[in-house]
């Protein structure tokens, strides 16, 4: 499956997620907008994973992907990040609205209500990440991406470390360092599916990948176990409740990803690194990867927004 056809499968993909997160919490029920969360989270991440595909090649004489070449799609896609971000901006003025919102109610939700101004906040990231990248592309230009990555990253964290964790001791730390090892895991493979082409780039990039997406791993199995934990308050809750069951079908699935990842260090990163792999073999095995990670992506979204 080509890069761009996985990129479109993710698409599918994370509302599929949402859907069982639903199915998995009845009669509790996930925000309507959880759909359109995933995807933002989706096209957030790939933004950064864009960032992190500059800083993967940053000491190669001549990088697989231009450093040029990378601000177009960090444009297009940080334009469709910010505007699902308003569009979820939008949605939650509406429900708190009494009536139809208007402009007048609208401004008083991002100015004076904490979910309304971090909302805000983030659709401006977004939008201004949009906007650099595109006068990177207009310019040609060879700068940095680590400012971008930094907003982008701002933008990725607001929202989550701003919700229930935030009231325990240390839980902002620890959902700020879930949600960048799911960036981390997620981004940067798209990125290679999205630009690198032949087997020489794969051969490269692929084996220093494996090693960022080994720590993201680690990482999220510690914060999740320790967020669940601290969520549930207790064993029984995780077939008990809506929140423990799309939980454990959400554990179950990054376990699942994290052997599949396992299998594949074993075979496909030392075969793309002796070029025995062909760019056809890793799109395909990329494309699986990233678009089992939507699904997931799709629960988390889903419990995010499950009381």
Known sequence: MPGGRAGTACLVAAPAGVALAWLLATPEAPDPAAAVRALSDLLGSTVLGLCVLSWLQRDDRRPAVPHARLWRPLSVTAAAWAATELILL???A????????????????????????????TV??????????????????TRSV??????????????????????????????????????????????????????SPWATLLPRYSTLAWKCVAVLAVTGIVDGAVALGGPGALVDTG?????LAKAVALAGLA????????????????????????????AIEV????VVFGLAAGLATTG
């Open 146 to 199: 680590t400012p971008v990555a930094a907003v982008a990253a701002v933008a990725l964290l607001a929202r989550p470390v701003t919700g229930h964790m935030s009231a325990q001791v240390l839980g902002s730390v620890l959902v700020a360092a879930h949600v960048l090892a799911a960036a981390l895991w997620f981004g940067p493979l798209v990125a290679m599916a999205w630009l690198l082409r032949g087997r």
């Open 259 to 286: 052997a599949l990842g396992w299998w594949w260090r074993r075979t496909w990163v030392p075969a793309a690194a002796t070029h025995r792999a062909t760019e056809r073999e890793s799109l395909r095995r990329s």
């Open 94 to 121: 509406s429900e708190v609205a009494v009536g139809a919102l208007t402009p007048a109610a609208f401004g008083r939700f991002v100015g004076g209500i904490s979910v309304g101004q971090v909302g805000a906040a």
């Open 124 to 141: 401006l990231c977004a939008a201004a990440v949009a906007v650099a990248a595109a006068l990177g592309h207009r310019s040609d230009s």
């Open 90 to 92: 939008v949605a939650a």
């Open 243 to 247: 929140y423990g069951r799309i939980l």
């Open 291 to 294: 678009v089992a990670l939507a």
